[in-house]
């Protein structure tokens, strides 16, 4: 079976400055796709960023990017220029592209704190 | 608001009680999920539909029931629930097939006394 593993409960940042959460999988398959979800307080989980793993280019959504390192099973998001608006809880995510179900197996999340 | 809504928001409900959760997705999607948030634990998926088959029932306790009567609606009816059972319930929505992305709703927030 398919584990996510997130290995920083909680990260702070300043606001405007860089920051990267870690995010590793476990997984024999080779065709897949990996998630970034962010969770503000009290609001709707929204998808940040996609990548499959059959591209080895990087997936980048303006000041989110992702380093997908498919032979390490690491998936880490980079937050450039940080804003208050990020404070959130971030989830990785994993999807079989071979297995049918649509099924998200989801990391347990980093509190991401973003100080003025 | 990205087009998945649920209802109620928060239910506080005894062990005894029956109610249901509401989800209505309005993007044309045809597969529709629901998930469990507990506090310091990654979310779990409990069942899934796709054109509105159950495709998915990740060992839930039969005292979590879901009904899909059409691509648009789903339903979570809850019966004899144990206080364990009190959390976060998200619905999501999507695409059926490999990699699309998954809308959630804001959830319901449970409370079992």
């Known amino acids: 079976a398919q584990t996510v593993t997130q290995s920083q409960p909680e990260m702070s940042v300043q606001e405007a400055e860089t920051v990267t959460l870690s995010c590793t999988y476990d997984?024999?398959?080779?065709?897949?796709?990996l998630f970034w979800y962010k969770q503000p307080p009290s609001r709707q989980m929204i998808l940040v960023i996609r990548?499959?793993?059959?591209?080895?280019q990087n997936a980048t959504e303006n000041r989110f990017s992702v380093n997908f390192q498919k032979a390490a099973k690491s998936f880490s998001l980079k937050i450039s220029d940080s804003q208050l608006g990020d404070t959130a809880m971030y989830f990785c995510?994993?999807?079989?592209?071979?297995?049918?179900?649509?099924?998200?197996?989801f990391g347990a999340g980093t509190i991401l704190r973003v100080k003025s | 608001e990205t087009g998945v809504t649920q209802t109620p928001r928060h239910l506080v409900m005894g062990m005894t009680n029956k109610k249901s959760l509401k989800c209505e997705q309005h993007?044309?999607?045809?597969?529709m999920y629901w998930y469990k948030q507990s506090a310091k634990k990654p979310l779990e998926l409990m069942f899934v539909?796709?054109?509105?088959?159950?495709?998915e029932n990740n060992s839930v306790p039969s005292r979590f029931s879901p009904e899909c009567p059409n691509s648009s609606h789903l339903f979570l009816h809850l019966h004899t629930l144990q206080p364990e059972d009190s959390a976060l319930y998200l619905c999501?929505?999507?695409?059926?097939?490999?990699?699309?992305?998954?809308?959630f709703g804001p959830g319901t927030r449970l409370t079992v006394t």
């Open positions: 999501a929505s999507s695409q059926d097939g490999r990699g699309y992305e998954q809308y």
């Open positions: 997984t024999s398959e080779n065709n897949y796709y």
């Open positions: 990548q499959e793993a059959y591209k080895q």
């Open positions: 995510a994993f999807m079989s592209g071979e297995k049918y179900g649509n099924k998200l197996v």
């Open positions: 993007l044309g999607h045809n597969a």
């Open positions: 539909y796709s054109l509105e088959e159950r495709v």
